[in-house]
């Protein structure tokens, strides 16, 4: 029951903040992701781990499926406390890239953290 209110309070607060958001591809950038991650709100912090998991599924998966991008190998059961704290860790090493979208930010921590090596794919 705990787990599907705050399922609901995430889904709820994603849509409400895409609602106010400007209607563009990149209307998360880096530094406003990071922002959700680091606040002491709940709600802003369950923002970014929505996001984070997300983005982590969907780029993970295209990896695979588009010649031209390189895949991150996430490892099964990977937390998403984990996912962030990668994206951390590449915004403290490039902070230019955090005035990018929120997704490139997370892909390129992922495939940096995570990188597909010879017979490994995602």
């Known amino acids: 029951m705990t787990r599907t209110r705050g ?12 609602l106010t958001a400007p209607a563009r591809a990149d209307f998360l950038t880096g530094q406003q992701l990071l922002t959700f991650c680091h606040s002491t709100s709940d709600m802003q912090k369950t923002i970014c781990s929505a996001y984070t998991v997300g983005a982590a599924d969907m780029l993970t998966d295209l990896g695979s499926m588009l010649s031209h991008v390189v895949p991150a190998c996430v490892p099964h059961g990977t937390s998403s406390v984990a996912l962030v704290r990668a994206i951390e860790a590449r915004a403290a090493a490039h902070p230019e890239e955090t005035k990018h979208s929120a997704s490139a930010l997370v892909y390129t921590a992922l495939a940096s953290t995570w990188p597909c090596t010879s017979g490994k794919s995602p």
């Open 7 to 18: 399922a609901a309070a995430a889904a709820l607060a994603i849509s409400l903040f895409t």
